[in-house]
């Protein structure tokens, strides 16, 4: 089964939140929401216990590559002030809050989710090559 590459990059952009799972038999996303009742998060966890070697889980891209997202978000900004700008935050103390304050600051937000949605289905993609799993890349 393939993976849809909507969903994986949707479940990378909790990954600092939600530990989530691919079902590679599957091909299935599945996400541990806070929401669970104990016995369906229960269900889960036994479910990937069991049968270990079909589940595989997501790394933390948050965390993990974050930093250079939004770096790379400030270096595509065609306007020098505003690069200089969202670079100027980025290099102090409390660096993301006040990115995400910049980029609504600046009227950014939209051109902001359509790069970090990009960045993300980027990040699925190559998660998903590297893991060697088939996987469909949807439009956006």
């Known amino acids: 089964m393939k993976v849809k590459l909507n969903e994986l990059a949707a479940a990378m952009r909790e990954s600092d939140v939600r530990q989530s799972y691919v079902d590679i038999a599957k091909g299935k996303v599945i996400v541990l929401e806070d929401d669970m009742g104990e016995e369906e998060a229960l269900d889960h966890v036994f479910d990937i216990e069991e049968d270990w070697e079909h589940y595989i889980p997501l790394p933390n891209v948050i965390d993990d ?4 997202i939004m770096r790379g978000f400030a270096e595509s900004c065609p306007r020098e002030d505003t690069k200089a700008r969202l670079l100027e935050v980025l290099a102090g103390p409390g660096a993301v809050a006040k990115f995400h304050h910049q980029v609504k600051h600046l009227l950014l937000k939209a051109s902001w989710e359509n790069y970090l949605t990009g960045r993300l289905v980027e990040i699925a993609r190559d998660w998903c090559e590297e ?7 949807e439009e956006r």
């Not at 590559?65 to 250079?68: F, G, K, L, Y």
């Not at 893991?131 to 890349?137: A, I, K």
């Open 65 to 68: 590559d974050m930093p250079d």
């Open 131 to 137: 893991n060697q799993l088939e996987y469909e890349d």
